[in-house]
């Protein structure tokens, strides 16, 4: 893959989206005004080319929400490639692109969070990276919801603990009532893969993409390695 031409300003649109009165989710709004959303650039969500560069972006944001795990925090990856792209392909590349990271996290010596499944069928499952449980949002041109549709794919890392916060504080299904009115309002309808919480797996509904019962992500949990130069890669 040769070198593409990163135009400027996707990050600020991207930004704008989340801002818009139309942007459902007010959870991620909060993260932006509070400057606690960090919006990083990448090449193409079909390549491999920035997987270490994300892998090392994501495991960073681990540790500083360890440091602080307060609501609203978010990690958004926005890609600069493809400007089209179906449904089916950006969840295959969606999964591919956590596949690596996963990879590469196992790599470095990290265990999953164990407050959390790592089996993909699991109703109990999230992604771990940097042995921290986030939930994963993917956004792309061709989404079928308004509020996953942005001018080019985004991968979005939210901490699973912030969620179990909200929840202990009484919060979250408030929250979770005004987002999906919010988004009933921009759809007309209702988002039919949402479920409650801990009644199937949130893997589900990571791409956006509206899957059958059958339905399995092209993905594996890798073992531990245990390599002795734990935690390296967040040095870069």
Not at 169 to 190: F, H, M, N, P, W
Not at 196 to 212: D, F, K, L, T
Request: charge should be negative.
């Amino acid at each position: 893959m040769g070198e593409l031409n990163m135009e400027p300003g996707l990050g600020e649109r991207f930004a704008a989206f989340l801002e818009d009165s139309s942007f459902p989710c007010v959870g991620a709004k909060s993260a932006l005004a509070r400057a606690e959303m960090e919006i990083i650039e990448a090449r193409d969500v079909r390549s491999a080319w920035d997987d270490t560069t994300i892998f090392s972006a994501v495991t960073r944001f681990a540790k500083r929400y360890k440091a602080d795990p307060h609501p609203f925090q978010s990690l958004a990856v926005v890609f600069h490639q493809p400007d089209q792209m179906e449904e089916a392909a950006f969840e295959e590349a969606l999964w591919q692109r956590l596949q690596s990271l996963a990879d590469k996290d196992a790599f470095n010596g990290y265990l999953h969070d164990p407050r959390v499944s790592d089996d993909v069928a699991s109703p109990h499952f999230a992604m771990s990276f940097g042995e921290e449980a986030f939930f994963v949002v993917g956004l792309h041109p061709g989404a079928s919801r308004p509020a996953r549709r942005f001018e080019r794919p985004a991968i979005v890392f939210n901490p699973h603990g912030q969620f179990e916060t909200l929840r202990e504080q009484g919060r979250y299904e408030k929250l979770k009532s005004s987002i999906l009115k919010r988004d009933v309002a921009i759809a007309g309808s209702t988002n039919p893969m949402l479920a409650g919480h801990g009644e199937i797996s949130a893997a589900r509904q990571y791409s956006g993409r509206q899957v059958g019962p059958r339905w399995a992500p092209p993905f594996k949990s890798p073992p531990p390695l245990g390599c002795p130069f734990k935690g390296n890669a967040n040095d870069n």
